[in-house]
């Protein structure tokens, strides 16, 4: 059974930094593209950042594009989120997900779509103090 677990998350104060990882079991999930999303309390869950298979190209939510970096490590099956910078209004539950229904020719605006990810991880709640 395809499995994700995410650790990492934790409380920080604003300006600080975290690192988050997602590791994978139970599948070749190399052939996956691979994501986070997050879902603060009260809203809805939103796309952060993605990398795709072969970890060639990666795409990134405008509320953190400079701040976050995602990378994967295929051998390892993990997936990790470098927060820097961070402030109040990243608290939120990060997921990790998976996606066999992105490839390498989706195009980038479909990597925003929460609705293209069908394995979930169970969120690592970051919080940020000001």
């Known amino acids: 059974q395809a499995q994700l677990v995410e650790s990492g998350g934790g409380l920080v104060k604003a300006g600080g930094s975290l690192r988050l990882s997602c590791a994978a079991s139970?599948?070749?999930?190399?052939?996956?593209?691979r994501g986070w999303l997050r879902q603060a309390p009260g809203k809805e869950r939103d796309f952060v950042a993605t990398?795709?298979?072969?970890?060639?190209?990666?795409y990134y939510a405008d509320a953190v594009k400079g701040r976050f970096t995602i990378s994967r490590d295929n051998a390892k099956k993990t997936v990790y989120l470098q927060t820097n910078s961070l402030h109040p209004a990243d608290t939120a539950f990060h997921y990790c997900?998976?996606?066999?229904?992105?490839?390498?020719?989706?195009?980038?605006?479909?990597?925003?779509?929460?609705?293209?990810?069908?394995?979930w991880g169970q969120g690592s709640l970051v919080t940020v103090s000001s």
């Open positions: 997900a998976a996606s066999s229904l992105l490839s390498l020719y989706s195009p980038g605006s479909s990597y925003h779509s929460k609705d293209k990810y069908h394995i």
């Open positions: 139970g599948r070749t999930f190399s052939r996956y593209a």
């Open positions: 990398i795709t298979q072969n970890g060639g190209s990666t």
